[in-house]
């Protein structure tokens, strides 16, 4: 692959191990799953509660539906909303789920010190508590709440402004975490109580103020005047021009004077009165009106009279009495704009938990309070990271410029204004002109037209989310407490509105990337299905095989079709791991631009970064900015491709590599990079085995060689030394004889008599070793037809123990059969048999000390017969135990009567037992030792 280093724009390590992606990650999705249905029912109790107002008709009843409400859509099974009563100093529970009614009681009145809720309540701050079983609780101290089981505690007090109306409580019996978002959703569901609970107090006293006001109007002591009105005269009591600021010398005694005085306004609705009253229609009038006082301010009063009339019914005096309801009036409208008020903040509140459309709730939210407080301009303002911030809502009237969307940066607010805000601070300015601002801030006021402001920040989580600004611009204004209350009311109800709406949007976006993950894990476990189907199909094909050809072929071809790629190569590297040549290919007939490669060498040291990266194991995708000389039919390059090469690596080293080629846009997904390394790993495993079979071929091929030419020179060897042998050991039989007719008398006779013993056993002993080993390797070589005899135990044994009986009593050894009463006939070799048996019996008594026992016996199992000797007063070490089998080995110190031997002769008894289709073992404990020999009853 001679390409230069020059091609290589990008290079990006992808790793060396390949698994497959794993399951749906089951947990994750729970989870997904369990975070999206709490916050589905976080909307749903939103929107249950904002229709309390409309489908209850007592407080009482809104709370207790509300508590059962809040239980189910929290799983907080005991739930509980109090009043706080300050006069009794009591919690009243209005409300509660899973919190027993005590007998003969309709409310519950829990005293403040005996509860939680009382001290939340005073402190104003939501309180979160986890207890353990033995923990003492606030509750402890009464006696109903002291029964409750409770594991998890959150009480939050239900805040309308700075005033504390109450408490909602939520207790499980379970330790649960709670987490800030949570809190934050029912903070914002207690103030929404608070609201309901506004509202109900405003309706009572605007009902208890008309009912003050009837009463008062009714035996309130007015000031009379009489009035002619044929002579257009008017007699009125002092008390009346004091009423108005006047001395009685300054009041012309008509009713044009006061006629004049009313407010233009309620004009008409007076005239029209006096129009009935003159018509006839009427005796009596009663009517509401203002008068203007000497100061230029206006009373109300009530003119209540009487017409007397002549026989003609013509009027002829009008008796008169007006009352000064300035008073009631004046707590009337403050009731009544305050209730208008409450309803606005109904309405908006309601507006916001039945809308999940952020933009139509604030615009709803600054027309309607721009038209209340009779304003010039209301917007909201958002704040960037920076302090600066957008306009991002407007209300605003004729002739004033609007200023919605524009983003406002006031280098002083961030020093001296953010603090304050994030604190809850109200501002309110009547004139900016005197009202000792910055320079600065009042330079940038003035741009945007305004004269007197009220602003109020919007926190979210106790961060500055914002502003909802009030704009006077028509000159200075004095902003009165029930207006700046009301837009502290509707800065809490917007930032309800924007956490809802962050809380839905949170719910979509969930829903989203629940989708999205469904879907991508749908297409993950789908490629992965195929690509396992594809390394599965690849492992089949070359699994069984050990051609390295066809392993590399199979398996460039089956990625270059299912891939849909341009190529694929491998190469393997040569022995130096300094070159590679390409040995197997695939092309796309599909996609022109490539030639072949095969045969092709790249030396490493054209690319050192390259190739130290491959040996060390790790796969590499770049982007290859033209295609390799050899490969590019056209003398002009311009493509490029995507390119990864993968290590032919399995535990021992780097075999090889692995490239696949795709167009330049197009890149190999983390997928296919895994699966593409999972088949480069499978296809080095199977080169490492083929390289092994081939090797361990050519080794078992040298092992035949060599065990045939030791066989050839043991057989060679063997007989050319039994020739010699034999002729050795007739010479000495021969000097024997010739020693028996020579009178060789005294000590020589004895001398020569040693030397010729020593000589016939050595001879004898070299013999059997040679006949030991021709006997070995006709056994390896497996080359004699075994001839099978039928043999009865019971006749057979006795016979083959005879010779050794006076061997063992010269030993002073002990020797014993045990046979069994019945014996059925065996199978096997007759000549191989005895030659087993005289070997361990041999053994036995050459290793038996003196005054020991040998004992023989034979036992019948289901398929096979076991042939025992035993001789006591011997231990073969357990280290010794596992080589006695050996050729030429010797156990050490073991031999009492020097006997001596070939050290071959256990090691061709265990082959002659294999021969025979058995075994041979040996087990030494206890003081003895037992050969176990066992043979089939049937040989194959």
């Known amino acids: 692959m001679a390409i230069s280093r020059r091609m290589l724009t990008a290079a990006i390590p992808s790793g060396t191990a390949y698994n497959f992606p794993d399951s749906p990650d089951v947990e994750q999705f729970k989870q997904t799953k369990r975070d999206l249905e709490k916050k589905n029912r976080e909307l749903q109790l939103l929107h249950h509660l904002s229709q309390l107002h409309l489908v209850t008709t007592t407080l009482r009843e809104a709370f207790q539906s509300a508590a059962a409400q809040i239980a189910e859509a929290t799983e907080f099974p005991m739930v509980a909303i109090a009043r706080y009563d300050t006069a009794r100093q009591v919690m009243v529970f209005e409300g509660m789920v899973g919190i027993p009614m005590p007998p003969g009681l309709s409310v519950l009145e829990v005293p403040v010190e005996e509860t939680c809720s009382g001290i939340v309540v005073q402190q104003k701050q939501p309180f979160v508590k986890t207890y353990t079983p033995k923990e003492e609780k606030a509750c402890d101290r009464n006696s109903l709440l002291s029964q409750l089981k409770i594991g998890t505690f959150v009480c939050i007090p239900m805040l309308f402004g700075e005033e504390a109306m109450g408490t909602l409580s939520l207790a499980h019996p379970q330790p649960i975490a709670v987490d800030r978002e949570q809190l934050a959703g029912w903070i914002s569901l207690a103030n929404y109580l608070a609201l309901l609970a506004h509202n109900k107090q405003m309706e009572e006293g605007l009902r208890q103020s008309h009912e003050r006001y009837s009463l008062a109007t009714q035996v309130a002591k007015g000031i009379v005047y009489e009035w002619d009105p044929r002579a257009n005269s008017v007699l009125r009591e002092r008390g009346l021009f004091e009423l108005l600021g006047f001395r009685e010398e300054e009041a012309a005694p008509t009713a044009d004077w006061w006629m004049e005085r009313i407010h233009p306004e309620d004009l008409p609705a007076c005239m029209a009165e006096f129009e009935q009253l003159f018509a006839g229609k009427q005796d009596q009038f009663q009517c509401e009106y203002r008068v203007r006082h000497r100061d230029g301010s206006d009373v109300f009063v009530l003119d209540r009279g009487v017409a007397l009339r002549d026989p003609q019914g013509q009027i002829i005096r009008i008796i008169g009495n007006t009352q000064d309801i300035g008073l009631l009036k004046t707590t009337e409208q403050a009731l009544q704009q305050q209730l208008q008020q409450t309803k606005l903040l109904t309405e908006i509140s309601h507006h916001i938990r039945e809308s999940l459309d952020l933009d139509q709730i604030l615009n709803t939210t600054v027309s309607e309070v721009r038209s209340l407080l009779q304003t010039d301009r209301v917007i909201i303002f958002r704040f960037r990271p920076d302090w600066s911030g957008d306009v991002v809502t407007e209300a605003v009237a004729d002739p004033w410029r609007p200023i919605l969307g524009s983003n406002i940066y006031d280098n002083c607010f961030a020093q001296s204004f953010v603090a304050p805000y994030q604190q809850g601070r109200v501002k309110a300015i009547e004139d900016i002109e005197t009202a000792g601002l910055n320079p600065c ?120 079709r299912q891939l849909q790629i341009i190529c694929c190569d491998t190469a393997l590297y040569h022995h130096d791991s300094q070159s590679s040549t390409i040995n197997h290919e695939y092309l796309n007939l599909n996609s022109p631009g490539l030639l072949p490669a095969l045969g092709k060498v790249t030396a490493f040291q054209d690319f050192p970064d390259l190739y130290h990266q491959l040996l060390q194991g790790q796969s590499i995708q770049f982007c290859l900015r033209e295609s390799p000389s050899y490969r590019n039919p056209s003398p002009d390059p311009a493509e490029r491709f995507t390119v990864l090469s993968c290590p032919l690596q399995d535990e021992h080293q780097v075999l090889g590599d692995m490239w696949l080629y795709k167009p330049a846009l197009a890149v190999f997904s983390d997928a296919e990079v895994r699966m593409i390394q999972q088949v480069a790993n499978q296809c080095a495993i199977a080169l490492r085995q083929a390289r092994l079979y081939k090797a361990s071929l050519a080794q078992v091929q040298e092992l035949e060689r060599l065990n045939q030419l030791k066989d050839d020179f043991l057989s060679t060897v063997s007989h050319e030394l039994r020739s010699p042998m034999a002729s050795i050991k007739m010479a000495a039989k021969m000097l024997s004889l010739v020693l028996d007719r020579i009178d060789i008398s005294g000590e020589n006779e004895a001398l020569i008599q040693r030397y010729l013993s020593i000589l016939d056993q050595e001879c004898a002993r070299e013999t059997n070793l040679i006949n030991d080993l021709l006997e070995l390797s006709r056994l390896d070589a497996n080359t004699q037809p075994l001839e099978w005899d039928t043999l009865n135990l019971q006749d057979w044994l006795p016979r083959q123990l005879d010779p050794f009986r006076e061997r063992a009593a010269s030993h002073a050894q002990s020797l014993t059969l045990f046979l069994p009463e019945r014996l059925p006939p065996i199978i096997t070799s007759a000549g191989y048999l005895e030659r087993l048996f005289t070997e361990l019996l041999t053994n036995a008594c050459k290793y038996t000390p003196a005054g020991e026992r040998i004992t023989v016996s034979v036992a019948f199992l289901e398929n096979t017969w076991q042939l025992q000797v035993v001789n006591t007063g011997v231990v073969i070490p357990p280290e010794e135990l596992a080589r006695v089998f050996d050729k030429f080995y010797r156990v050490p110190n073991n031999d009492p009567w020097k006997h001596g031997g070939t050290g071959l002769g256990l090691a061709l008894s265990q082959k002659v037992a294999e021969r025979l289709q058995g075994s041979l073992r040996a087990e030494s404990e206890q003081n003895e030792t037992r050969f176990i020999l066992e043979l089939p009853l049937q040989p194959q």
């Open 441 to 560: 801030h009042v330079q940038l006021l003035k741009q945007h037209q305004v004269r007197a402001n009220l602003v109020v920040p919007i926190l979210q989580e106790g961060s500055l989310w914002g502003l909802l600004i009030a704009h006077h611009c028509r000159g200075p204004r004095h902003w009165q407490n029930h207006e700046v209350d009301l837009l502290k009311h509707l800065a809490d109800q917007v930032a309800i509105a924007i956490h809802q709406s962050q809380l839905y949007q949170q719910v979509r976006q969930l829903n989203t990337d629940l989708e999205d993950m469904v879907d991508e894990r749908t297409r993950q476990l789908r490629q992965a299905l195929e690509f396992e189907s594809l390394v599965k199909g690849i492992i089949e094909k070359v699994r069984d095989s050990l051609n390295e050809d066809y392993i590399l072929q199979t398996a460039v071809e089956e990625l270059g």
